[in-house]
């Protein structure tokens, strides 16, 4: 049996937890769409099902993607939508609390791709991955560098785009959680790389922290198209999009012959219904340069996690790769944290830290 087979009292906790209660079609979302609830969640042993476990969320990370699934509209974008009243689910860090998995003690500090917004929660272990205490790595690195953003950027680098040596790579929202591995990851193959930010001071980061060549702030560039010529003279080889948009539009108009673009992302247009959404003018481009654009979702290669994760930890123990993030304290600050993803106003990953 796992670490809870000596509890004998039938005993329950409060459990604040993030839940939907109405679909956001357009705009970012807000407590009309997305509430906190208490329930109680039980710690009788026997009242976990066989091979779950009860966890206790520690963090999570808070992912422009989840806007996607709360639209209401099945179809409408690339994930399915969540149900009414159903509790949100991130990408988190928890401790085990109960455990009826014989592979998970009390205590284990656990990765879950889908934790439960919710300060505790019983959930199958299929996917629990348990973290080596003796590893010396910090709890963030988990969920950022080594979770989702950096095995985001290494797809989009490494495996769709993998430029050559003296490539001209170009990242747009080059500093939040995945931009700013993206452009370490190809500035390790020998690359020159150029992105674009929010504002001044990131723009300084970019180049002073992150290695970047270049970097400017999009909100001071009216002209996307005069942007891309002044930083890009002699074309884009490799464009990793997180924005889409108008952005998308103008590299198509800057790229060589052969070029590869890989979209993680389209950010700029999350927040609108289809009907509003700024189309791309400039796609005859890619007949012409031979361009190749592929959109790509992170759970079709799972099968390179291990090898992602092994040349991470190499990266991080050589100090070769650095990170930034964002820590939110607190579960009832999810809402705000979600805000700030599209504001601009964060550097790096953004984290909520629901417990220590």
Not at 17 to 23: D, G, P, R, S, T
Not at 36 to 53: F, G, K
Request: glycine residues 10%; contains cysteine; proline residues 4%.
């Amino acid at each position: 049996m796992g670490g809870g087979a000596g509890v004998a009292a039938a005993t329950t906790v409060e459990s604040k937890e993030w839940y939907l209660a109405a679909y956001a079609p357009q705009n970012i979302p807000t407590s009309e769409h997305i509430k906190l609830r208490t329930v109680n969640v039980s710690l009788e042993y026997d009242s976990i099902p066989d091979q779950h476990v009860l966890v206790q969320l520690l963090m999570i990370t808070v992912d422009p993607y989840l806007r996607n699934v709360i639209t209401g509209r099945d179809g409408d974008l690339y994930l399915p939508q969540i149900l009414l009243n159903k509790v949100l689910t991130e990408f988190g860090i928890g401790r085990v609390v109960r455990s009826k998995n014989i592979n998970f003690n009390e205590g284990d500090i656990v990765i879950n791709p889908f934790s439960s917004i919710a300060e505790y929660s019983v959930v199958p272990s299929d996917f629990l991955r348990k973290i080596d205490p003796t590893a010396n790595i910090a709890l963030p690195n988990y969920i950022n560098c080594l979770g989702l953003p950096g095995f985001t950027a290494w797809i989009g680098i490494d495996v769709i785009g993998n430029p050559a040596p003296g490539s001209n790579v170009f990242i747009s929202a080059a500093a939040g959680g995945v931009g700013m591995f993206a452009g370490q990851f190809a500035k390790l193959k020998g690359c020159r790389v150029v992105g674009s930010t929010g504002s001044d001071e990131k723009v300084q980061i970019l180049k002073d922290e992150f290695g970047y060549d270049q970097a400017f702030n999009y909100r001071k560039e009216s002209d996307f198209n005069a942007a891309l010529a002044k930083y890009f003279p002699n074309g884009i080889d490799l464009y990793l999009d997180n924005v889409g948009g108008k952005m998308l539009e103008a590299v198509l108009n800057h790229v060589n012959k052969g070029a590869r673009i890989a979209i993680t992302g389209m950010m700029s247009q999350y927040n609108t219904i289809p009907a509003e959404r700024e189309g791309v003018n400039s796609l005859l481009n890619m007949v012409g340069k031979e361009v190749k654009m592929e959109g790509f979702l992170c759970g079709s290669y799972l099968n390179r996690f291990g090898e992602f994760e092994t040349l991470m930890e190499t990266y991080l123990k050589e100090e070769k790769i650095k990170s930034k993030h964002k820590i939110y304290q607190g579960i009832e600050s999810f809402l705000e944290s979600f805000a700030s993803v599209f504001s601009s106003s964060n550097m790096g990953k953004v984290i909520l830290q629901v417990a220590s």
